[in-house]
């Protein structure tokens, strides 16, 4: 199944994701296919015309630009996910309006969709990793 | 996801015992079709997916609670963003951040494989007002 993370671009949530058997739907799959595909200088500081229209799918166009930006990446990508994998205060998945809006957009969205969803809190220490490894590994096994 | 390149990063677990030198030097083993580059935290790996998967495979056989994996979306040495080309570095810092907590992961995979399961944390009461109002009291 395919399942989304948030942070989008985490090591750990890709990596526990994959480990137990599911696709994990990250912001680096999107940007390597405009790596790849789209001849832009440096995604994804650089868009397409394609990614604006896309991020106003999502937000209008009176809300600040990062956040179209960002939509542009991982709406799609929100849409396709069969589950989801929330991680919920990342010390480093802070910010004023672009990013906190976007998260706090991607959160929105994942609710809206209905589709499985675990949120789960950053580990401060060996039980709390071990409890969010377990917590994680039950979801994953559990979406089949 | 494209077939035809995956560039993967691989984290060596702060508590692992493993060098980026002995992963590298382990990834060049299983032949000279991936582009293998060393990191201070680990090494980069490119090749056509399949084979990358290969190689992650017989890695985490190897070592399977302490390499970490995950996508990397600019080819290796890609001059928007390789360090010896001047190009910019986004996203160094999470990684690092990231690097300190694959410690706990380490422990937590390792448990779990042991047979730990998940313990929900304790709800939390609300102190019923007599208490709350002995507390108010003393001080």
């Known amino acids: 199944m395919k399942v989304f993370i948030d942070p989008p671009n985490s090591l750990v949530l890709f990596d526990l994701v994959e480990r137990f058997g599911h696709q994990p739907l990250s912001t680096m799959a999107a940007i390597q296919e405009r790596v790849d595909n789209i001849e832009v200088d440096m995604p994804p500081m650089n868009v397409t015309l394609d990614d604006v229209v896309k991020g106003l799918k999502y937000a209008g166009v009176e809300v600040p630009s990062g956040i179209r930006g960002r939509m542009a990446l991982w709406g799609p990508l929100i849409e396709e996910a069969d589950a989801a994998i929330i991680m919920d205060d990342c010390p480093y998945s802070f910010g004023c309006v672009g990013c906190e809006r976007s998260n706090l957009m991607v959160k929105y969205l994942i609710k809206r969709r209905g589709i499985p969803a675990l949120h789960v809190s950053y580990p401060e220490d060996d039980e709390q990793a071990t409890n969010f490894v377990a917590q994680t590994k039950e979801f994953l096994e559990g979406l089949e | ?139």
């Open chain 2, 1 to 139: 996801m494209s077939e035809e390149r995956e560039t993967r990063l691989f984290m060596i677990s702060p508590r692992s015992m493993l060098t980026p030198d002995q992963l590298v030097r382990m990834v060049h083993s299983f032949g000279d079709k991936a582009i293998v580059k060393e990191t201070c935290y680990g090494c980069l790996v490119e090749a056509p997916r399949q084979l990358v998967l290969e190689i992650l495979a017989k890695v985490r056989e190897e070592y399977p609670n302490e390499v970490f994996s995950k996508i990397r979306a600019y080819p290796c040495s890609d001059p928007r963003r390789c360090r010896a080309q001047h190009g910019t570095r986004p996203g160094f810092a999470q990684l690092e951040e990231e690097w300190e907590l694959l410690a706990r992961i380490q422990v937590g995979l390792d448990r779990v494989d042991a047979g730990a399961r998940y313990v929900p944390p304790a709800e939390k009461k609300r102190i019923p007002v007599n208490d709350f109002k002995k507390i108010c009291e003393v001080h």
